[in-house]
């Protein structure tokens, strides 16, 4: 179990979270309210299943929700761009969400890198002890 508010791509991934909520209060996503809905559930997903994976006791369900949260983070992308090609947001707003995606993406992959090393020396360790 580790303290979800001290890992630095929860703490990156739900500022992107109030950024998009503030970013689709506009006028312009209003003309749009289920891709707004969706962008925003979509991205809030991401530091949620960060939450929920620290809870779990096994490195290999921590695992899991970081692989849901990296999929969640897929599924923004996408929203985000489209609600710029609609132009719902503007490409300035939207280089800006999406360079912070990015970042989140990016530490969740680290992130997920390092509990599997975990998870397998756990592994081997335990295979170690059952043969001694």
């Known amino acids: 179990m580790h303290p ?18 503030r970013a689709t209060e506009g006028t312009a996503m209003h003309r749009s309210p289920g891709l707004s809905s969706q962008l925003r559930r979509s991205v809030a997903a991401i530091p949620t299943n960060i939450a929920e994976g620290t809870g779990h006791s096994s490195q290999a369900q921590f695992n899991r929700f970081l692989e849901i949260s990296l999929a969640s983070a897929s599924e923004a992308d996408y929203q985000l761009l489209l609600a710029k ?10 280089a800006q969400l999406e360079a912070r995606l990015s970042e989140v993406r990016a530490m969740l992959l680290g992130l997920r890198k390092r509990v599997l090393e975990r998870a397998d020396a756990a592994k081997r360790s335990a295979r170690k002890s059952q043969k001694t």
Not at 4 to 21: D, G, I, N, Q, S
Not at 85 to 94: C, M, P, V
């Open 4 to 21: 979800f508010r001290k890992l630095a791509v929860w703490e990156k991934a739900h500022e992107l979270t109030v950024r998009v909520h």
């Open 85 to 94: 090609d609609l132009e719902l947001i503007s490409a300035k707003e939207y």
